[in-house]
C-alpha cells in the first residue's frame, strides 16, 4: 500500500470487547435475589462464574470479569445457604419418629415454613 509521504496507512483496530465479564456480572446480579428462593440463584450463579474465569483467562475485560466472578461467587454462598437452611428445616419434618402420620408431617411443613400453608385460615 503506497501513502503520502508524511502520512501512515489507516489500520483498524479491533474493538474491545466485554461480553464475557459484562454477561458475569449481569447474570451475578441476577442470581442474588434468586438465591433467596430455596437457592435457585446458584444455577446463573455457576453460569456468570464460568463467564467470569473465561473473561479473564481471555484476558479482554479483566476488570468486569474479576467483578462479575465476586459477584456469582457471593450469589452462590448465598444460595447454597438458602439451600441448606430449607433442606435443614424440611428435612426436620420428614422424620417418621417425630412426625408418624401425614397430618403431623403437615403440621410440621406449615410451622416450619408459614408461606405454605394449605388453609389460609388457620
Known amino acids: 500500500m503506497t501513502t503520502m509521504p508524511g502520512y501512515r496507512p489507516h489500520v483498524a483496530v479491533p474493538a474491545k470487547q466485554q ?3 459484562t454477561a ?7 442470581a442474588v435475589p434468586l438465591a433467596l428462593l430455596v437457592g435457585l440463584g446458584a444455577v ?3 453460569v456468570g462464574l464460568a463467564m467470569g474465569i473465561a473473561g479473564v483467562t481471555r484476558q479482554r475485560d479483566r ?5 462479575g466472578i465476586v459477584v456469582c ?8 445457604g438458602v439451600l441448606t437452611w430449607f433442606l435443614s428445616r424440611a428435612a426436620k419434618c420428614g ?10 408431617r403437615r403440621q410440621c411443613v406449615e410451622q ?6 394449605t388453609n389460609p385460615d388457620a
Do not use: H, K
Open 63 to 67: 476488570g468486569r470479569a474479576v467483578f
Open 73 to 80: 461467587t457471593m450469589a452462590l454462598v448465598l444460595a447454597l
Open 112 to 117: 416450619e415454613f408459614p408461606f405454605a400453608r
Open 44 to 46: 446463573p450463579a455457576v
Open 95 to 104: 422424620d417418621l419418629t417425630r412426625y408418624p402420620d401425614s397430618t403431623a
Open 24 to 30: 458475569s456480572i449481569i447474570l451475578g446480579v441476577v
Open 19 to 21: 461480553g464475557m465479564g
